[in-house]
């Protein structure tokens, strides 16, 4: 599961398609590939913000990282309160990965306990962001497999910054899970565009699929 929940009314046949694509998406961004070893003797300690991320570096890092995250499948990022046994795997790791956009807003707070010092990733880092309903910034960016391509670019190029003996797998892995998304976004198309325009529409309780409608061309249906 994602940080976020979607939920449905009884759907017809034809609505079963969109559901299935919106949760496709929602999920773990994609369980890209499983990642060659890297060769690395120790792996690098990171530490990633919630589930998404946590996959998405585990697929560019491969064996040269050891992924620690924060809020797994089923949490939520919006009321999660950081524990003094988070501030120690973060104070022990030396690059933390974050979506920004103002997701993690417990971020500063976390950093100054562990008294981290090394690398930060902002996997949302140079996407222009979309406003919810209610006028605030949204911070769900990934929901656009656009912008999960620019997660992961910013994610290799972390990854770099922080090992960069390690550049020639970051790269080969990146290029790996920029191809697996690509192809799924085209299979998203797909079945989308069989569901009528007028029906095309996500029943959810949050205000999180304003990417993922742009992206596909769905609407919302609050609940």
């Known amino acids: 599961m994602t940080t976020e929940t979607a939920s449905s009314r009884p759907e017809s046949t034809a609505a079963r398609p969109l559901r299935r694509a919106a949760f496709a998406i929602a999920l773990p961004l994609l369980l890209l590939l499983d990642a060659a070893p890297a060769g690395a003797d120790e792996p690098l300690p990171v530490v990633a913000s919630f589930s998404i991320l946590g996959d998405l570096t585990a697929a560019v890092g491969g064996d040269r990282v050891a992924v620690t ?55 949302a880092e140079g996407i222009e962001p979309r406003l919810t309903d209610a006028g605030d910034t949204d911070p769900h960016a990934w929901q656009d497999p656009a912008n999960g391509a620019r ?56 205000d999180a699929f304003g990417y993922f409608g742009a992206a596909f061309g769905t609407g919302r249906v609050p609940v």
């Open 151 to 206: 997660y992961i670019e910013n994610i290799r190029d972390g990854l770099i910054a922080a090992d960069p003996t390690g550049a020639d797998g970051y790269h080969e892995r990146a290029a790996r899970s920029l191809a697996a998304l690509a192809a799924l976004s085209d299979r998203m198309r797909d079945t989308l565009s069989a569901i009528p325009p007028e029906r095309r529409k996500v029943v959810t309780s949050h």
């Open 69 to 123: 995250t924060l809020v797994g499948p089923g949490g939520d990022v919006h009321v999660y309160a950081p524990t003094p046994a988070d501030a120690r795997r973060l104070g022990e790791a030396r690059v933390f990965i974050a979506n920004g956009l103002g997701f993690e807003g417990w971020m500063a707070r976390l950093t100054e306990a562990a008294g981290f010092d090394g690398h930060v990733i902002m996997a």
